[in-house]
Every structure is written in structure tokens, then in C-alpha cells.
């Protein structure tokens, strides 16, 4: 049941994703529809804390609370190196990378979630790459206090619910109170490390922007909290409006380099099996 659900969840997240980012217009119909074209890596909780390995490497402690989800190593002396000798609480065992998003707070406690899901979808046209071993990105905005593009981040009540994506959190009486963000798909072909997101770049109506090339899966982390949290509900980068991830790739590149090539540059939906 608990991969019939995902499939459903796929099936759902991916329609909203094709209206937010349609694809290019020259095709003419003469290429397969990228839509539910993607696989899936579906994670456990790792850890919490105070620690961010991309934007405040080796100072742990300095940064805001963060719960950790896939590589189950990732501290704030990360290095992709290491992330690649851990182990990891994903499904998929070739998938070690390292993710994270601000740990979220009800009523004073944190609250872990029930699971994380890794959707990598194609939206271009052109033939995508792997991520590159290493590569650090960052998406959405942690000082944000206003609503975020939806594109980038938003929160709604699960697959089965009828509550639309929204940039405040809802009240979820029903469904699994959830939060979206979605990294850039398009990198500069150069940089590896992360400085304020200059090496990678969202592709635009299909296409990727200039001086970003390399057109890569499109990432986006799912987290599911519990049904119906009581008390306040707040991220601890801020308020409601501050969501953001973060993701460091520490795959099998040969396992994730056969993932690409084998589903989303063969117009394939292969969900969260192979």
C-alpha cells in the first residue's frame, strides 16, 4: 500500500509541477510528454540539529535547527567524500545524498517527519545530466518573509486531500500536513560549491538560462510531517514564508547516472522502483 501511495503522490505533485513549468514550445509535439516522466527516492528521519555543512561548513552549532533526512552522517564537517562512506535512510541504496530542510516547530517542539520523498523529474526538452559528484545547491529563501513563489516552495495536506498548494501552512484536519521545495535544474557547468546560488540556476519555459548550460534532474523534497499538528507552527529559519532545502550529492554515481538515462532521458516513469 505504502508504494501504491507514493505512485498516487508522484502522479498528483508532478500535474502542479507541469502547470508551474511548462515545457518548450518548439516541440511541436514530436517529443513524449515529459509529464510523470521522474523516479523517486523515498527517505526516513536521520537526525536534528544546529548544523549546515553548505552554508556554515565546519561551525557547528551556528546555524538555525535543521532535520536531516538520506545520508545519515551529514554534520557540519561534511564533505561529499565522507557523505559517500555513510549509510543512508532511503529506500534506494545507491542514494546517499544528503538532505535537509529547518527543523519544524508546533507549540515549542519539533516535529519529525513521518517520511521524506525525493521526486527527480525532467522539465527540458534536452537530454538531462546526472548531478555531478559533489554538487551543493540551495533552494528557497531562509530570511523570507513574505510568500515565496510556489514554483520554489509551498505547503498543503498530502496526495489525497483536496487543499491546494498554499505559502501558508494549512490547517489540516485531514491528510499529512506537507511542505515542497524544489532546487534549481540547470547548473553553470563549472562550480560545484554553493555561493548564493550562482552555479545553478531554474530552467525557464523548458529551457535553461544563459551562462547555466547543463540541464540536470529537477529536485524536489517532500517532507511530511504528523496529522494535525496543535500549537503554533513555525520553521526554525523564521516564519512560515522561510522554507528552503538543502541537498548535497553524495549518490553512487553510476546508480544515479543509469537512473537518468534510464528514466528521465528515456521518457520514463519509474517511480520509486527501477
Given amino acids: 500500500m505504502t508504494g501504491v501511495r507514493t505512485l498516487r503522490l508522484a502522479a498528483l505533485a508532478v500535474a502542479f509541477v507541469a502547470v508551474l513549468a511548462p515545457t518548450a514550445g518548439g516541440s511541436r509535439g514530436a517529443a513524449p510528454p515529459l509529464r510523470g516522466v521522474n523516479f523517486i527516492s523515498v527517505c526516513g528521519f536521520s537526525h536534528r540539529g544546529p548544523d549546515d555543512p553548505i552554508v556554515l561548513p565546519r561551525q557547528p552549532g551556528f546555524s ?135 552555479n545553478t540556476a531554474y530552467s525557464v519555459n523548458g529551457r535553461c538560462p544563459k551562462g547555466y548550460p547543463v540541464a540536470m534532474p529537477a529536485l524536489q523534497l517532500v517532507y511530511r510531517y504528523p496529522k494535525a499538528p496543535t500549537g503554533s507552527i513555525e520553521l526554525a ?26 528514466c528521465l532521458n528515456k521518457y520514463r516513469h519509474c517511480g520509486t522502483g527501477s
Avoid: E
Wanted: aromatic content about 10%.
Fill in 237 to 262: 529559519s523564521g516564519g512560515q514564508f522561510s522554507g528552503h532545502a538543502d541537498f548535497i550529492n553524495a549518490w553512487d554515481q553510476k546508480a544515479l547516472t543509469a537512473l537518468v538515462s534510464g
Fill in 64 to 198: 538555525h535547527d535543521h532535520t536531516f533526512v538520506g545520508n545519515d552522517s551529514t554534520n557540519a564537517f561534511s564533505t561529499p567524500a565522507q557523505l559517500r562512506t555513510a549509510g543512508t535512510t532511503c529506500r534506494r541504496a545507491g542514494d546517499k545524498a544528503a538532505y535537509w530542510m529547518p527543523t519544524l516547530f508546533a507549540g515549542g517542539q519539533a516535529l519529525t517527519p513521518t517520511t521524506a520523498i525525493a521526486y527527480y523529474r525532467r522539465l527540458v526538452r534536452t537530454a538531462l545530466h546526472p548531478f555531478p559528484a559533489g554538487l551543493q545547491m540551495v533552494a528557497g529563501n531562509s530570511h523570507a518573509t513574505a510568500p515565496q513563489r510556489l514554483n520554489i516552495t509551498y505547503w498543503d495536506c498530502g496526495d489525497l486531500v483536496n487543499v491546494p498548494p498554499s505559502a501558508n501552512i494549512p490547517n489540516c484536519v485531514d491528510g499529512q500536513l506537507s511542505q515542497h521545495v524544489s532546487f534549481p535544474d540547470c547548473w553553470d557547468g563549472k562550480n560545484l560549491l554553493y555561493d548564493n546560488q550562482k
